[in-house]
């Protein structure tokens, strides 16, 4: 499956705050993603869907968070996120608030149904992320509702719990984190929809007033226009795979799959347009060595075999013969002439 759909990079807003606090090193999840520091600096304002969960799910990785969608729900800002941020906190009601929101969506990412519904004594909020692997968008699924939930409460009170809560992806092996959280049941891997039931009387309840400035409307189909434009430049697709090639050199494992999934792209797409550039994957990879290669060899500290794992070769003669291949010289050779 592959999810085609963009997304404003400022959903990942509070990942260097997060990486502050935990320690670790936020580029390796960036680059991963195929992202570069315009992205960490918000210079890159949207982005592919895939590439930001990507960012989030190495990001949970890297810190052992297997709860990361609840870590950054928490450290967000609603006036970083546009609109979708800014509606949630302005209605007089509950119900306005969450019918702005959702009417602001598509300002924020693209494939994307949010809808609310009554039935009875219940009230409804539904999200689907069409396209997205369920696995792969639980990190979305999860943030998205317990960002809806701490902004709701923020207005409604801090008691304020749903009835019950619904996502379509399997559970993670520690359920405690959420369960907390959302203080009510919660059911994993259910329907095609992340779902919150709540009290259809709360719809009608007078929220706390905010103090932040009324959303700007007048901007809704230029910022909705941006997110359906959206597509990812030859440039950008050549920059974008080198620094994901960079990032699955220290795992051992480059793939052209998994690098154009973490894109939005099919295996097929991503080699029809590097074919259309006169390049392919393998040839970025083998420049992509090389060049690291020449940097990890002026460093004294570093076997042979040690430069090797760093390029991602399981042995060292592989990458010997490689190299050879590249300078005419083996690696011992040229290493002589760098210190």
Known sequence: MTDRAAIRSSVLHMLPLVFDQRGGALSLAYR?????????????????RAQALTALSVSGRLLGDEAISLTCALAADPARLGLIGRTLIAGATLRQC????????????GETDIRLAVRGEDAFLSLHLTGADPEMARFLYEGAF??????????????????FVQMPHRAPHKTAPFEEFFGSPIRFGAGASAVIKFPASD????VKPS????????????????????????????????????????????????????LGLSTRNAQRRLSRLGTSFEELTEGRRRKRAIELLGDSSLRIAEVALALGYSDSAHFIRAFG???????????????
């Open 211 to 262: 103090t932040s400035a009324e959303p700007e409307w007048k901007s809704f189909e230029r910022e909705k226009g941006e997110i359906d434009a959206f597509a990812l430049g030859d440039d950008q697709l050549v920059e974008a795979l080198e620094n994901i090639i960079d990032v699955m050199m220290m795992t051992g494992k480059i793939s052209l799959p998994a690098a154009a999934s973490a």
């Open 146 to 163: 317990a960002f809806n939930i701490a902004t709701i409460r923020s207005v409604m009170g801090a008691s304020w719990t749903p009835r």
């Open 98 to 109: 969450l019918e702005a929101h959702a009417r602001a969506l598509p300002t924020f990412q």
């Open 32 to 48: 991963r993603a195929g992202l570069d520091q315009s992205a960490i600096e918000g210079r890159k304002p949207i982005i592919a």
């Open 325 to 339: 291949k590249w300078f005419g010289a083996p690696p011992s050779m040229l290493r002589s002439s760098l210190l």
């Open 203 to 206: 719809l009608d309840a007078r």
